[in-house]
C-alpha cells in the first residue's frame, strides 16, 4: 500500500467513526420501563416487604438472600431476626412478600406460590399456575393478592390475616367480547382496575369475581378516559377514585367517579426512565436518555405536579416518592460500563448514591454511599442493606436520625442445620 492509499483508508475511517458511533447509540438505550409496563401491580423483581401500605417502614420485612439462598425475616425496629426460610428449587429466582406485621410471607419462584404463616406451616400452590409470575398486586391490609404470570393469566388470592387461602381463582386475559388486559392495579376499595385492548378501563369487583368465579366488572369507555394505548396505572394516594396512567404519549389522572381525565402531560421529547409505585406512584423521565437533567412527576390534588433536578447520576436505581412525608429519595449511580438498565433495585450494585430531598421546596436533605455488592431495599424512612454474607449481616439505616442498627450471625443456625 502507497502513501496515497494510506491517506485514503485513515480519511474512509475517520468519516465513518462517528457514523460508527451513532449507530451505537442508537441501538443501545441505557435505561427502560419495558418491564414495569403491561403487567397487574409492579414486576415480581421490584417487589419490596420493607414499605407498608402508607409509605413508612413495615413492622417486619421479609428479604430472599442471594448468598445463602434462604428468606430472612426481620424486626424493622430494632433489626432483630425473627426466622430464616428454607425454600423449594433455591437456585430459581425468589420474589419475596410480607405482611407488613409478619403474620405471612409469600414467595414466588418458576411457576410457583408458596405462603408460610408466622407458625412455619406452608400452602404450596394454593392454585394451579401453567406460567410464571411475571408481576403482583398486592394489599396488606386486604390481605389480597392478584397475580399477573407470562401466559397473561390472573391469579386471585385471598388470604386471612394469619397467611390462610380464603379463596382463590384464575382468570384469562380476555375479559370481554374482544377486550384484552394491557395494565392494571388494585385500589385501596379492593377494587382492581384494569386497562384494556381497546383503550376502556375495567373496574374489576373482587370480592365477586372470586364467588361467581368469573369476571365481574364495569367498563369506562375510551371516550370517557379520552386516552390510547395505557401500558401502565397507579392509584392516587390522595384521591381514592383516582388513578395516573400512561398512554401512548402521555400521563394523566383519570377520576372513576365522574369518568373523565381532570389532568394530563405530554410526554413529548421525553425519555422516560422509571414508572414507580413506592410508596406514592410517580413518574421519572429525562430530556434524552444521556441527560443528567430528571424530571419527576407525580399526581395530587387532582393534579400533576413536576420537580426538575439538574446534574443528577446517569442512572435511577431505586426511587421512593412519600407526599405523606413530604419527601423524595432515590438512589442513583454514574457507573458507565453497564450497556443495559432495566430499572432493577439490584442490577447495579457498584458506585449507587442515595439522596434525600424536602418534596415542597426541593432542599436535598441528605446524601449518603450505598454499600458496594449490597442487596438493598428502600422505605421513605429506611435504607436497608444485606451483604454478601455466609455468616449473616444486615443494616437498617435511619434517613431521618442517621443512626444504623444491624443484625449479624442470623446465619449460624441453618448453617448447623446443613
Known amino acids: 500500500m502507497d502513501f496515497r492509499e494510506m491517506a485514503f483508508s485513515k480519511t ?22 419495558e418491564k414495569e409496563e403491561n403487567v397487574i401491580g409492579v414486576p415480581v423483581e421490584k417487589i419490596s416487604s420493607l414499605v407498608k401500605m402508607d409509605g413508612g417502614d413495615s413492622e417486619q420485612m421479609a428479604v430472599f438472600d442471594e448468598v445463602t439462598k434462604r428468606i430472612h425475616q426481620f424486626r424493622m425496629s430494632d433489626m432483630s431476626f425473627i426466622r430464616s426460610l428454607s425454600v423449594k428449587s433455591p437456585d430459581s429466582k425468589h420474589s419475596v412478600i410480607a405482611h407488613e406485621k409478619g403474620n405471612y410471607v409469600i414467595d414466588m419462584y418458576d411457576q410457583h406460590v408458596e405462603i408460610f404463616d408466622r407458625s412455619g406451616n406452608v400452602t404450596i400452590d394454593p392454585i394451579e399456575m401453567v406460567g410464571a409470575p411475571v408481576s403482583v398486586a398486592y394489599r396488606s391490609d386486604l390481605n389480597l393478592f392478584v397475580l399477573y404470570d407470562n401466559l397473561n393469566s390472573v391469579v386471585f388470592i385471598q388470604l386471612d390475616s394469619v397467611g390462610q387461602v380464603v379463596d382463590s381463582w384464575v382468570g384469562g386475559s380476555l375479559i370481554a367480547s374482544q377486550q384484552s388486559i394491557t395494565s392494571g392495579d388494585l385500589l385501596a376499595s379492593g377494587k382492581l382496575v384494569l386497562s384494556l385492548s381497546d383503550n376502556s378501563l375495567a373496574v374489576v369487583d373482587v370480592a365477586d369475581t372470586l364467588k361467581q368465579k368469573k369476571w365481574s366488572f364495569t367498563t369506562l369507555t375510551p371516550a370517557m378516559t379520552g386516552m390510547t394505548g395505557i401500558s401502565w396505572l397507579a392509584p392516587v394516594s390522595d384521591n381514592q377514585n383516582q388513578i395516573v396512567a400512561k398512554g401512548l404519549n402521555e400521563i394523566a389522572i383519570i377520576d372513576l367517579s365522574s369518568q373523565s381525565k381532570v389532568s394530563s402531560k405530554a410526554l413529548d421529547g421525553l425519555d422516560l426512565e422509571k414508572l414507580s409505585k413506592s410508596s406514592d406512584a410517580h413518574i421519572i423521565a429525562r430530556n434524552h436518555i444521556s441527560s443528567k437533567e430528571v424530571n419527576l412527576f407525580y399526581a395530587q390534588s387532582s393534579a400533576l405536579q413536576i420537580r426538575t433536578l439538574q446534574k443528577q447520576g446517569l442512572f435511577i436505581v431505586s426511587s421512593q416518592l412519600s407526599l ?18 432495566d430499572n432493577t433495585v439490584d442490577q447495579v450494585k457498584q458506585d449507587r448514591v442515595l439522596k434525600m430531598y424536602r418534596l415542597s421546596d426541593m432542599l436535598a436533605k441528605k446524601k449518603m454511599d450505598v454499600a458496594n455488592d449490597a442487596q438493598i431495599l428502600i422505605s421513605s424512612n429506611s435504607l436497608f442493606e444485606l451483604f454478601p454474607s455466609e455468616l449473616g449481616w444486615a443494616v437498617r439505616h435511619d434517613l431521618e436520625s442517621g443512626a444504623s442498627s444491624e443484625a449479624k450471625f442470623f446465619n449460624v443456625g441453618p448453617l448447623r442445620q446443613k
Request: aromatic fraction near 16%.
Open 12 to 33: 474512509k475511517l475517520f468519516l465513518l467513526f462517528p457514523l460508527i458511533l451513532m449507530l451505537a447509540a442508537c441501538g443501545e438505550k441505557l435505561s427502560s420501563t
Open 324 to 341: 405523606a412525608k413530604d419527601r423524595w429519595s432515590f438512589v442513583d449511580s454514574n457507573l458507565k460500563k453497564i450497556n443495559f438498565y
